[in-house]
């Protein structure tokens, strides 16, 4: 109960609910601490941690219900950008902030590498995070044996376990919820495999793929053996409908109409919200989660809005997880729910670091929402990323300059300057930057925009400056961070290998 009462009074100091609106550019107050208190601080610090690592059933009980969290794309700069994005939303200086998960007990380094590729992708990250082994670009939950795009070599192959079919096996229920589309790379390792991430609709396959028979990732959902996932919601309705009803499958069918024979489908907030209501005053307290009918929600014809221009009847990350979890918490013996904010990674592709941070910050809102909904002594919850993307932050900026802005730097005296700083063609530039991407292409050498006006760089869609012209930023090779709190969460410290974490969720899960 102490560590609980802890994370309880974090919540109470970070609050819930956060604007998303773009920082302002008047710098906030300089810091009061006095050097005693900076001291009392990092000693409370110190024994709040303690009690956290005393908790009993941090290190003896196995984790009834699991909640992996997954950032796409949410490096250890994003982190840090988002920290300080969140708390200057609140008027803080920012630096001083925690996000939701900063606070918890155990937190680990985990590389990132494919078998293949020194800096990976989405599909062969995820594979090892779900499976417990490690397989090459583009493969979803199939060894790196197999070619890519070989449809043979996949069939013949032996396909990998998921955690989500070890939970199910515990007679656990299942769901997947992504704010990117549902046949996307990542949210497809919990149900799918193929030998190709692209092959999310049968217009994708190659020409011998539809030759042998190899299956489509939206039709391996619908067609396939009854899955161990009972809940999945996110975007993508294009790749289940045929191109006659605005879709993208060339084979004429209508996947949703197939699925409603099957199981459940909903399309906007109030049909998902009426479901989730309908199934737990039907449902309460079952132990028959095994043979529950399935959910599909597919609230988006490609991935979901971006957080800040969300139309009203598409559910946020949030809101798709609350539904999740009411019909979860009706199965007494438990559940793993697998949640992504799979839009921070495109975000970052596009080199526009607004977008990324508020897609992080919902994040943060929906894990310290989760943390009053569940009980730490039977729940584990992670939260890490796949990979991470080029994002920077530097230019010796002044304590509590707006994330998003140009850098202004200190005086001799520790004073902030009255201008900001500029380069050495006198030009201003931001805290925030790529090392390649769209930003190096848009931004003239004069720094005006194409009707020649100063660029805003407070602007929803500001693209962020970058070294090496790329239509499509790439993501970063270094490793990502890693935050656990729960049954067996001090399994998850130190340096790991990606492919590790499955391991470490597999033995805590009861």
């Known amino acids: 109960m102490k560590l609980v009462n802890c994370i309880c009074s974090l919540l109470m100091g970070l609050g819930l609910i ?67 994005f969140s708390g200057q939303q609140h008027g803080m ?38 499976t417990g082994v490690k397989t090459n670009e583009g493969i979803i939950s199939l060894p790196h044996t197999v070619d890519r795009g070989s449809c043979l070599a996949a069939q013949n192959q032996k396909r990998l376990p998921t955690l989500i079919d070890l939970a199910k096996a515990k007679g656990k229920s299942t769901a997947m919820v992504t704010t990117a589309r549902v046949t996307h790379a990542t949210p497809a390792t919990t149900y799918a495999h193929s030998s190709d991430r692209n092959w999310e609709s049968d217009d994708a396959l190659s020409e011998p793929a539809k030759n ?52 459940h489908y909903v399309a906007t907030l109030t049909e998902l919200n009426e479901l989730a209501g309908q199934h737990v005053s039907e449902h309460s307290d079952s132990d028959k989660g095994v043979n529950e009918v399935p959910w599909l929600g597919l609230f988006a014809s490609s991935h979901m809005a971006y957080s800040h221009e969300r139309p009203a009847e598409q559910p946020g990350l949030q809101q798709m997880t609350a539904a999740a979890l009411k019909r979860l918490q009706t199965n007494k013996n438990g559940y793993a729910l697998v949640i992504e904010s799979g839009r921070i990674d495109h975000a970052h592709h596009e080199g526009i670091a607004f977008k990324a941070l508020s897609e992080t910050q919902e994040l943060h809102e929906t894990v310290a929402w989760l943390l009053t909904q569940v009980d730490l002594n039977e729940t584990l919850i992670v939260v890490t990323a796949d990979h991470s993307h080029t994002l920077t932050l530097g230019g010796y900026t002044t304590r509590g300059n707006p994330i998003l802005g140009n850098v202004v730097a200190n005086d001799r005296y520790g004073r902030p300057k009255d201008k900001t700083s500029v380069d050495n063609h006198g030009k201003p530039y931001t805290s925030l930057s790529y090392r390649d991407g769209p930003g190096a292409i848009s931004m003239r050498a004069d720094g005006l925009d194409e009707d020649g006006h100063h660029e805003d760089v407070h602007a929803i869609d500001y693209q962020q400056i970058a070294l090496v012209p790329m239509d499509y930023e790439t993501h970063g090779g270094e490793d ?13 410290s130190g340096t790991l290998e990606q492919h590790w974490v499955f391991h470490a969720l597999k033995f805590a899960l009861k």
């Open 18 to 84: 956060l604007s998303l609106t773009a920082c302002s550019p008047e710098l906030p107050v300089k810091d009061s601490k006095t050097s005693l208190q900076w001291f009392q601080q990092g000693a409370q610090s110190v024994a709040d941690r303690k009690i956290q690592l005393d908790s009993a059933y941090a290190n003896t009980q196995k984790a009834k219900n699991i909640i992996f969290v997954l950032g796409d794309g949410m490096g250890v700069s994003t982190l840090t950008a988002a920290r300080i």
């Open 93 to 130: 200086l920012g630096e001083e902030y925690a996000l939701s998960f900063e606070q918890f007990p155990y937190s680990a380094l985990v590389k990132t590498y494919n078998v293949d590729l020194q800096t990976p992708d989405s599909a062969g990250t995820m594979t090892a995070l779900m």
């Open 212 to 263: 042998n028979g190899c299956p489509d990732i939206a039709s391996q959902w619908v067609d396939g053996p009854r899955s161990s996932l009972d809940i999945l919601l996110g975007g993508g309705r294009r790749h289940f409908l045929p191109k006659q009803q605005g879709g993208k499958r060339l084979d004429q069918r209508n996947l949703i109409a197939d699925w409603k024979r099957k199981g």
């Open 480 to 492: 990502v961070a890693l935050y656990a709190i729960g049954p067996q969460s001090q399994l998850l």
